[in-house]
């Protein structure tokens, strides 16, 4: 099947037509701090704060377009990010008051990553999560982010590469580890 030709308009309107695009953090390619997922020595419990690693040098993978039935290969440009929205921590995608169970802090491209810290409140909720991260129950994150613009490059009988160049982070939320 041959691929269809859309406009940039279209595709960033079609990747965010669902709303936010989410990213689950794992499996070492979005692991904390450059250590390997798991890794407690980083989390500093006296003052209930984890940094995790947002995007990671390695970000590209594979999506699906619905409409069109077609896989591409999607990767964010970790100096495309704006992080202004980017305040509170949840413990899954529901973004509300009770959801709400961390805050964070120092937003910040560091080289190819992306990285921030995130401290837990002092609540039942976020005390849970944040002993889970201790236990390594919980080892990944997952970002929110609204996709502004992008370069494709086409090549054939090859999957699109989609650089997202310019995009904002407006949710991170605890993500449970998926298996292979």
Request: proline share 2%.
């Amino acid at each position: 099947m041959a691929k269809k030709t859309r406009s940039k308009a279209e595709i960033i309107a079609r990747m965010n037509e669902v709303g936010k695009m989410n990213r689950f953090c794992g499996r070492g390619l979005c692991s904390r701090s450059g250590t390997s997922v798991g890794d407690t020595a980083v989390i500093d419990v006296e003052n209930r704060t984890i940094p995790f690693v947002l995007v990671s040098e390695e970000n590209a993978g594979e999506r699906y377009d619905w409409w069109n039935d077609e896989v591409y290969i999607e990767e964010l440009d970790p100096n495309g990010a704006r992080l202004d929205e980017l305040r509170t921590f949840f413990k899954d995608h529901n973004q509300a008051v009770d959801t709400a169970i961390g805050r964070i802090e120092n937003s910040r491209v560091d080289g190819k990553r992306i990285v921030a810290d995130v401290v837990f409140g002092n609540d039942d909720d976020a005390s849970r999560v944040f002993q889970k991260y201790q236990d390594r129950i919980l080892t990944d994150v997952s970002v929110g982010y609204y996709v502004n613009d992008i370069i494709v490059t086409s090549k054939k009988d090859e999957p699109d590469h989609v650089l997202v160049t310019d995009y904002t982070i407006v949710e991170l939320s605890s993500q449970q580890k998926l298996t292979s």
